[in-house]
């Protein structure tokens, strides 16, 4: 079992024909991601050779939904075409669109994810400025690396990019059922709280660890979710215990104001929704052999 992404998976690359989405693609296909076309006006009708497999290019994501079946997209196009991309993505109606792009003005993600919501919902989006989601062994959308750990029985959520590499690598012995990196921006589409009900609904997730960052109050609302709906052990890391308040710190929501977004009151929170939370990914990781082994 998995959440969102499977083996039966049938990927798209918007962007597929830049020198970023020849590259991932390359690497999607290498994991055994089945990507079924490409999509870009200008070159439709073309194929690409990935290493002896032939991906089709097509002009828009409805031709290529209509010609492929595919229900995955992801997007790796330009950030002031991002907000272009993801709409033609929800007109489509394909049930999952991972928006890689990273950059993407504020209002230009809050106006596709008011347009999905505006059209139902059909579309589930994550990210945007987020590493995708990987269903290990079965299928690797985004740019996660897919040799760094195994097929198994946790799940993870993150705001991370790179502390999703990391954690997923520290405990790379015991694998992981999905890992969805959902990225750090002020809005995105899927939140911790989405990951969290799908982990807890999923049987073959045993434990979830959740990886959260300093500003905005996403942990707080996640912890308060747990409590109420979440029956599987839960492991938490919040970056970002050493940030000076008022500073932005990488991601454009890693923003404190006062006490309100601090480590600490997430870290807080959290406790008191029953999660152990790490000081480090290390000890973070070391949390969850202790839970799976007990």
């Avoid at 992404?5 to 590259?23: E, F, P, R």
């Avoid at 979710?225 to 970056?239: C, D, L, R």
Wanted: aromatic share 6%; glycine share 14%; net charge negative.
């Amino acid at each position: 079992m998995a959440i969102w992404l499977n083996k039966d998976s049938k990927v798209i690359v918007q962007g597929m024909t830049g020198a970023t989405g020849m590259k991932h693609t390359k690497l999607m296909l290498g994991d055994g991601t089945n990507v079924v076309g490409g999509v870009n006006p200008r070159k439709a009708g073309q194929t690409v050779d990935f290493d002896g497999t032939e991906v089709p290019v097509f002009g828009t994501v409805k031709e290529a939904i209509e010609k492929t079946g595919a229900n995955v997209s992801v997007i790796f196009v330009p950030e002031k075409f991002t907000k272009d991309a993801v709409v033609e993505a929800i007109d489509a109606e394909i049930p999952l669109a991972v928006v890689i792009t990273e950059g993407i003005a504020v209002h230009d993600t809050a106006a596709f994810w008011a347009y999905a919501g505006k059209k139902g919902n059909k579309t589930r989006i994550i990210g945007p400025n987020c590493p995708g989601i990987i269903t290990p062994g079965q299928s690797n959308v985004g740019i996660i690396p897919g040799d760094i750990t195994k097929p198994g029985r946790i799940g993870l959520v993150s705001k991370s990019g790179t502390l999703t590499y990391q954690m997923m690598y520290e405990l790379r012995d015991i694998g992981f059922s999905t890992a969805v990196g959902i990225g750090g921006d002020p809005i995105i589409g899927t939140t911790h709280i989405d990951a969290l009900a799908a982990f807890q609904d999923d049987p073959d997730t045993d434990l979830i660890v959740m990886i959260g960052e300093i500003g905005g109050d996403a942990e707080e609302r996640a912890a308060a979710f747990i409590k109420e709906n979440v029956t599987k052990p839960v492991v938490g890391y919040v970056a970002g215990f050493t940030a000076p308040e008022g500073k932005t710190m990488g991601h454009a929501g890693a923003i404190v104001s006062g006490s309100s977004g601090t480590a600490q009151a997430k870290k807080e929170a959290l406790e008191a929704a029953g999660v152990k939370v790490g000081k480090t990914p290390t000890e973070t990781a070391k949390l969850a052999r202790e839970i799976l082994s007990a």
